[in-house]
């Protein structure tokens, strides 16, 4: 059974960073892509960046510049780092696991707060 699991939230200040993992296990299949995402109760879950196979990245403009998606799809691991946070990127994360079989799979989340 294939898992995602979020890491790396917290508690940090306007202006730190955080950066956050996303780590899958569980399937046979190679990763196709990996979105982050965030959702504040009650809105709509957003897409913030992408990384597919083979490197190429792609962010929202809420955060390009501010955010980097990195890893290594083979290695199942994606990160997000996040600098320059605000307290409007108070939310909780969410990564997307697509693999080439088809599967996408979501984590459980974690959550950022950025606040003074």
């Known amino acids: 059974q294939v898992q995602v699991a979020e890491s790396g939230g917290g508690l940090v200040q306007p202006g730190g960073s955080l950066r956050l993992a996303c780590a899958a296990s569980?399937?046979?299949?190679?990763?196709?892509?990996v979105d982050w995402y965030r959702q504040d109760p009650g809105k709509q879950r957003d897409l913030l960046a992408s990384?597919?196979?083979?490197?190429?990245?792609l962010y929202a403009d809420s955060v390009k510049g501010r955010f980097t998606i990195s890893g290594d799809l083979a290695k199942n691991t994606v990160y997000l780092q996040m600098n320059s946070l605000k307290p409007e990127d108070t939310a909780v994360y969410y990564c997307?696991?697509?693999?080439?079989?088809?599967?996408?799979?979501w984590g459980q989340g974690t959550q950022v707060t950025v606040s003074s």
């Open positions: 997307n696991v697509n693999f080439f079989d088809g599967v996408s799979s």
């Open positions: 569980g399937s046979s299949a190679n990763i196709a892509a």
């Open positions: 990384i597919v196979f083979g490197g190429r990245t």
